[in-house]
């Protein structure tokens, strides 16, 4: 994108200092020597120029709309899509990726998974492994058995269903769906917005 942008800044200044050159056959020194039509044409294309960028964004945010579809259409959710919710939860807004969101999730916010999780990307997600990554990728508080015995799925399963982020009869090697992945991140969200105020 930022390749574009300077592309096109570029032609901006090119068409700029022809127009003048064409119009007055002096050579261009200052913006202040503009003929009004040559103002009009730059500004034409500042408005273009501007409506593009306006576009990429709202493609950016459209393709992520699109993957939020999908993922919620999906039967059975990956622990790839497990990090890709959590990196979006945290304000990432890049392409799907998941070496360039773990490292991102590391240097923003001090975020980290299991050494193998890239590995892990295509298995399904159980909730179990959900509990445990999401709870502490968004950092749940109040779980003390999870602290004791770090890296157990079933202590973090446990808590999630005390904590009504899970249904009561959620068993760790259960499979989640993509639906049933963005409703536990946003009650996770929920909750942790409610623990920070």
């Known amino acids: 994108m930022m390749k574009n942008i300077k592309n096109m800044a570029e032609k ?9 050159e064409l119009n007055t ?22 408005i273009v120029f501007v409506l593009f960028l306006c576009l990429q964004s709202s493609a950016l945010a459209q393709t992520s709309m699109e993957y939020y579809r999908e993922l919620a259409r999906k039967p059975e959710a990956t622990v790839g899509d497990a990090v ?13 990726d998941i070496w360039t969101e773990l490292m991102w999730l590391y240097k923003e916010h001090n975020i980290k998974f299991r050494r193998d999780i890239s590995k892990m990307e295509k298995a399904p997600l159980t909730k179990g492994n959900a509990a445990h990554m999401l709870m502490n990728a968004m950092g749940v508080k109040g779980w003390i058995m999870q ?6 799925q079933r202590y973090a399963l446990r808590e999630a269903v005390y ?35």
Do not use: C
């Open 25 to 46: 056959n002096k050579p261009f020194k200052s913006f202040l020597e503009f003929s009004p039509f040559v103002i009009i044409r730059v500004h034409s294309w500042l």
């Open 163 to 197: 904590q009504k982020l899970l249904p009561p009869d959620s068993t760790v090697y259960q499979r989640m769906s993509g639906s049933e992945l963005l409703g536990f991140l946003s009650r996770i969200s929920e909750q942790t917005e409610g623990q920070s105020r």
């Open 84 to 96: 890709h919710v959590v990196a979006r939860a945290k304000g990432y807004a890049g392409k799907t």
């Open 12 to 20: 901006i200044r090119v068409l700029a200092t022809n127009e003048h």
């Open 147 to 152: 602290r004791i015995f770090s890296g157990n």
